[in-house]
């Protein structure tokens, strides 16, 4: 009974971060999925508190980084008028967007 609430716990974790799309998103979704996934298998190899807590940090770290290199590429545009001259805000920020990257 004890492993069907840790694969339901690790199902709603998976399912929450399926929409995660910024590479940041991605990156803190994969962290947690990985650490959940670490501490499980931490614990089934080590059967103590150390493994546990070694696995879900390795795990973590991996996720981290998986999940931030897989994100779909986006990048940030800053616009421009019509003579090519940067575009600001009325706060003198400069007006950017979001468009998929070229590769």
Known sequence: M???GVLS???MIVMAAAGCNTPQERAV???AIGAAGGAV???AIGRNTGSTLAGAAIGGVAGAMIGAGT?????RFQQLDSRGRPVFDRHGQ???YLAPCRR
């Open 94 to 96: 400069p007006v950017t």
């Open 2 to 4: 004890r492993n069907l």
């Open 9 to 11: 716990a690790l199902a």
């Open 71 to 75: 994100a779909p590429g986006e990048c």
């Open 41 to 43: 298998v931490g614990q």
């Open 29 to 31: 979704s994969g962290g």
